[in-house]
């Protein structure tokens, strides 16, 4: 991923928790605003209690003055019982309305109220207590009364003050609560917007980010495929190239023994053809002295021989490299088995293949425990342990004490494998060269024809593996021989 | 005791040097039989097959293969010979540079009689001829001619 896509994953990320934020406010915000809301709906009900409590109040006053009324025109104890009643009613009336009342205007209407009542209830009292003892005609004139007539009107006329007040009061919470109402819904409206707009947000990064998946995964999977085809094309390319150079191998051993075998056959005419020619001259030697001029003895004897001797083991020479070229290209045609291989004991069989060479040259062999253990083809592997190892013991430095160490260890699906020798190592310019065929490095010294690198390398190379060098002349050498964990096998060859 | 074998060597040898190295070594070892040398395998079949004087017609013969020829295999002749036909009981002794394990299986499996590689050390060259020349004066050759 680049810088600027990291940038803009960030911008996303960071809007995303921008919108859950205001989203949760908005829900703190909605919580408030309908609390609020519940309160404006509480005072209106207030105030209808306060103007209900009022008309009540009104109700019961009016009710006890008609009560009056009744009694005094007919003393009967209906009419009395039902002014008590009412009285007790109103009384009780103002009382909670005082408890409900806070507004101190309100309170002092109350007051009045309170005043002009108790006058009112006093003269009403009056008459009732008058008419009761039968003294209709006063009780007739207070009644009359301009006084409690007035008062009546100014009762009526303070309730209806403070029920409009009250209704005032009543209309203005009204217009709040509404107000709240509508914030609510603009709070409501609001969240829900941007609840909207992060769903959608959200819903667009997760589909962009499932875009980007699917598509780095296809990528993947096409470059996986491409890969895996390459591969096999550059496989079966190395296979068909390794094919050709060991039929050509096995054409050019064959074609080129065929000469050879004349050159040995007629050299070995000519050498038996020289000695009766050699036998002629050393069996009488001074018999005609003059017929057999001293160059020509000297060819016969001596030029001919040596000349026969150089063409023999020049062709001998050239007959062990076909046979080298012959070998290695017979053990690249040679079907791969692989089984699994415990390596601590192959290497094991092949140190005491060399026991009676280490022992000549007091060298030891020592190897790490627990090698990796790998699958692949024995005779092959052994083959190539082989070559390593009396390649190692071959060019140990006579001047101080062999010691050749193997370790290996597994890297992955590698098996790493090292032989470390202390023997008279190898110049940095000959590493490559040492595994090429017919060559070798250092004094010619030890018998051989450089094959056995060659070979071993070719072998790694057919295993699946490869080879390399490190050394420091005079200080010995390091071969390390890096093979697959799992050999798979190759192609069966026709 | 070989004269009287009235048996002809068929030499089918590409290599000048070979074929004489061969007949060299035959004869070292006594044996002085007619021997008739083909560099290559179409004048070899040829004569085999259509000439009065070839094995098809008339006396018993033994051919000496080599493999590698110019114009054609030495299996191929040794297919021709082998199958069905006049001369498939003719002993043929296969005598080429090739060791191959494979290729030996392959004469033998064509009806290939004798299988001799030639060796490159002349000492083994000519000690596996003479040998070869001691086995042809004791065999015992069916009637050359065609059993139909």
Redesign the interface.
Known sequence: MNLTDRTFNRLVLTALAVGFAALTAAGAMAVWTVSRNQDHAQLIEHAYQVNATIGRYQIQLERAETARRGYLLDQSDLFESEYEASTGAAKEALDGLQSLIRDPRQNQRHARLRALTRLELAAMGQSMRLARLGDLGRAQAIFDEEQSVRALFAIRALSEQMTSAQDVLLAQRNVNEKASLLLLYLVLGGAGLLLLLVGLGSAWAIRRYFADLASSRDALRDLNASLEGAVTERTADLQRANDEIQRFAYIISHDLRAPLVNIMGFTAELESATRLINAHFTSAPDHSPGEVPGPVRLAACEDLPEATGFIRSSAQKMDRLINAILRLSREGRRSLNPEPLPMNPLVKTVTDSLEHRLGERGATIEVEQALPEIVNDRVAVEQLFSNLLENAVKYLDPARAGKIVVRGEQRGNRAIFEIIDNGRGIDPRDHQRIFDLFRRSGAQDQAGEGIGLAHARALAYRLGGTITCDSTLGEGATFSLNLPAVYAGERIES | MNEHLPVNIVMVED?E??AR?IE?NIRRAGISNDLRHFTDGASALEYLYNDPEGPAHAGPALILLDL?LPDMSGFDILARIKSDGPLKRMPVVVLT??D?KVEIERCYDLGCNVYIT??????S??DAIRSLGLFLSVIQMPDGHGDR
């Open positions: 290599d040097g070979h190295l060299k590698n540079t090739t191959d030639k060796p490159v050390n002349y000492e060259f000519s």
